[in-house]
Structure formats: C-alpha cells, structure tokens
C-alpha cells in the first residue's frame, strides 16, 4: 500500500471564530452552560515518546509547554470535588503521554482511592512497559480493578495509516502493550480515528479482524470498547454554531462536553495550575476560566473549529459518550 496522503489546505475564513458573541456574520454565537461536573479531565504534561501527525495538543518528545502536573496538585482538585459536593464520578487523565509523568501511578493510586473512576488515555508502548509502571499497574488493578480503565490510542486497523499518522514502527509496539493488558485482565477500550475515508462498519469490521488475529480479547462492535472520533483539524473551514443551530441539528447543548467537564492544565513556568474548558483547548486563554473549580463553572462560548468539528457537528465525546 503507498503511504497515505493526510497534507491538508489551510482554508478557515480568517474572520471566523474571533468574537465570542457574535459569528462572522453577525448572528448570535452558541454558547454551552455546565450543568454539573460529571467529569475532570487532568492534563498530566505534554511530553509524548511520540509525535503524531495531527496531534491536536502537538504533544512529542520536545513539546513541554504543559508541565507535569504532581500528585499534590492533583489532590488539591479533588479535595475540591469533595469539599463543594461537585458529584463528579469520573477522572479522566490525558498528555502526552501520560506514563511519561513520574508521578502518574501516585496519582492514580490517590484518585482510585478517593473511589472515583478512571479513564487513562495511552499510547500503550515503552513508557506503559516498562517494568516499574507495570508493576504498578498490576497493583493498581488486583485493588482498584473495576474502577480503572485504560483507553489505547490505535488510529487505524491497517499498520499503514496508522503508521502515516504516528510515526515508523509505531504499530507493532502498541499492539504488544496492547496484548499485554489485556491478557492481564485490564479493562481496556481503544481509540480509533475516522481520517482515512473509512465508514464505521468497515473500521469496526477492520478491528475486529485485527483483535482475532492478534489474540486481544475486545469486541470492536462495542461502541463503549472501540471509539472512533471524528477528524480535527482548526485549519479547515467549518461553520460557526449560532443559536439557532441547536434547533436545526436537533442537538441539544446540555449533550456538549462543557457542559459536563472540564480539564486542569499545568502550563510550563506557572505557580499553579489553570482550569480550561475543554480537553480539546488546552493553549487558548480565551478558554481558561481561572485556577479552581470553582471559578470554572461558567458558561463558554462555542467560539473555536473544534467546537463545531468535533462536539456540535462531529457529535463526538473525549469520555466516549
């Protein structure tokens, strides 16, 4: 097979997405109130083994533009979670790569037993195996089993596109860290990406095939297991959502991510970390809404490509909903 042409034109209308009220247009920007705080996502750094692509955080060996957030940092949010009843059931935690983090297994093991769920994205290769981490991981599930799931980031089913996104050599290696977590009885789903062309049956079909031949026990038919995220790209043209959109997709605002979570980021050379409204945002000030919880609960303005491209149009969820 050639190697996948992914280069993209840069077409977004310079005029859009500049006025948090108003379009390009003129007509009366959408805009996402929280509801309550059903998930916090925690950014743990920017540092990856990786360097994707289409990275929408830009996350590689080099990129240390989000710290690594520590253990004590993150107690400090979930002491918060516990002292305002904010109800929040699920931690998500997100980089980078996040076994890069020399704290992370301490921030797990605080997070797991404070009784909260946890969603950890993984890229599943050298940081995750190494014999330490593994270690860890091991004793985290035989205590926490049930409350722990780790999601594997495989764009593709074919080696091909997925290497054409992440790099030479990258397919093999998170299939062994994939074989071997599922093996040990982790619970695990995967994180797919519908940028090659493919419709949804052929990438589950795609999947499912690879599971069976490689021995990895997951059901590629399961939305929960096999999430398959649209296409981002803050280059491309894409409508602005208005007020009136809501109506005319039939979808509704309290179904937005924002409505439902935010993240904790730790930019590089800051005395503490900001809460940002959107995993998909971590840069843009015009989305940080203060250093608490507390201060994030307010309403934010649909005013960025990948509000529309991802949640509003592309109905995706990062927690996979």
Request: proline content about 6%; charged content about 20%.
């Amino acid at each position: 097979m050639n190697q996948p042409a992914l280069d993209k034109p840069y077409f977004l209308d310079p005029a859009k997405f500049r006025d948090p009220a108003r379009t390009a247009k003129g007509e009366p920007r959408a805009s996402v109130t929280l509801k309550k705080l059903e998930t916090l996502w925690i950014n743990t750094g920017t540092l990856c083994n990786l360097e994707c692509r289409n990275c929408y955080i830009e996350s590689s060996p080099s990129n240390d533009r989000l710290a690594y957030i520590t253990t004590n940092e993150v107690a400090f949010y979930l002491d918060e979670i516990a002292t305002h009843q904010l109800g929040t059931q699920v931690v998500g935690f997100t980089g980078g790569e996040p076994f890069l983090n020399p704290d992370m297994l301490d921030i797990l093991e605080l997070t797991l037993e404070r009784g909260f769920e946890v969603l950890l994205l993984t890229n599943a290769t050298k940081p995750m195996l190494r014999p330490r981490v593994k270690k860890g991981l091991l004793a985290l599930h035989a205590a926490y089993g049930h409350q722990l799931t780790l999601r594997v980031s495989i764009d593709h089913f074919d080696p091909t596109w997925h290497e054409a996104e992440r790099g030479a050599e990258t397919f093999e290696p998170v299939i062994e860290g994939l074989q071997w977590l599922t093996k040990q009885g982790f619970k695990v789903d995967i994180a797919g990406r519908l940028f090659a062309g493919d419709d949804e049956m052929t990438m589950r079909q795609g999947y499912a095939a690879l599971f069976a031949e490689r021995g990895i026990a997951l059901d590629a038919m399961a939305k929960q297991t096999l999430v398959l995220f649209p296409e981002m790209d803050a280059r491309l043209d894409v409508p602005e959502i208005t007020t009136e959109c809501w109506q005319k997709l039939n979808v509704h605002p309290d179904t937005m991510m924002c409505a439902s979570s935010r993240m904790i980021v730790k930019r590089k050379g800051a005395d503490h970390p900001s809460v940002v409204a959107c995993t998909l945002l971590p840069y843009d000030e015009r989305f940080d809404l203060g250093h608490t919880l507390a201060q994030a609960a307010e309403t934010v303005a649909l005013n960025h490509p990948h509000c529309a491209q991802f949640c509003v149009l592309g109905g995706a969820s990062c927690g996979g909903n």
